[in-house]
C-alpha cells in the first residue's frame, strides 16, 4: 500500500485480524508491519502454500486452508490459473466484469465457519472479507458481532452487498464507510447509518456500472 489505510489507524499493536480471502498475502503483510496478529484465511492449496512460505517463520501470523462459509462442509473450487484472485465459489461471480475469464480448474476444498474461526483464534478487532461474491455466504456464518469487518462489492451484484448488510445490522453493526476501488481513505469523515449507505450504494452503482470497493462496518 503506497499509503496507509484509514482501517490501519483504528489498529493497536497486538490487535487480532482475520483475513478472509488471503490469496498472496499483501495485505496480511501490511497488517503484520504494524504489529497486528493475523490470520489468513485461503482455501486455494497452491495459495495456501505460497502464504506458508511467506509467513511460516512469523509468530504473529497463521494460515488456515480452508474457506468460510454458511455451514460446515466441502465445495468445488473454481480456479482461474492465470490471476488466482479472481477464483471462486460463487457461480454468480462468472456472469459478472469478469464473465471472459477462463476458471480452468476446480479443485475441493474445506468449509468453515466464521463462528468456528473466532472459537479457536479469539474475536478480531478486524476481519477483512474478499471473497470473490461469496461474501453473504460467510456472514451467514457468523451469529455474533466481532470487530469492524469489511466486505468487498460490486456495482452489478449489488443486491448481494444489500444481504450482507442486512445480516450484519442483524448482528448489532450500526455504523458505515466505504472505500472506492484500491483507495486507501473512507469516503466519508463520519461513519453513516445503514439507511444512507444502502442510498448511496444504489444511486452510484445504478450510474456506475463497473463501481466496486469494500463497506466497512463497526
Known sequence: MANEH?????????????????????????????????VCVE?????????????GGQLDAAVVEKALGELPGRMTMNIC?????LSTLAEHWKTGRFANVVWDKTAEV??????????????????????????????QGLNSKIGILSFEFTAEFMPRSMEV??????????????????QENFQFQQWLP????IQILC???SSESLLWGDVYAR
Request: glycine share 6%.
Open 6 to 38: 484509514e482501517v490501519l489507524k483504528l489498529l493497536n499493536p497486538g490487535d487480532l485480524v482475520f483475513d478472509i480471502g488471503a490469496n498472496l498475502g499483501d495485505k496480511a503483510a501490511v497488517f503484520l508491519a504494524h504489529k497486528a496478529r493475523v
Open 110 to 139: 474445506e468449509i468453515s465457519t466464521l463462528d468456528a474461526l473466532v472459537a479457536e483464534y479469539g474475536v478480531p478487532r478486524y476481519c477483512k472479507i474478499d471473497v470473490e461474491g461469496y461474501e453473504s455466504n460467510v456472514v
Open 43 to 55: 482455501p486455494q492449496p497452491e495459495m495456501a502454500a505460497r502464504l506458508r512460505q511467506r509467513f
Open 203 to 205: 444511486n452510484s452503482a
Open 194 to 197: 445503514f439507511y444512507q449507505l
Open 165 to 182: 448488510i442486512e445480516r450484519l445490522i442483524c448482528l448489532g453493526y450500526k455504523e458505515f464507510n466505504l472505500s472506492l476501488g484500491e
Open 81 to 85: 490459473s492465470k490471476s488466482p484472485v
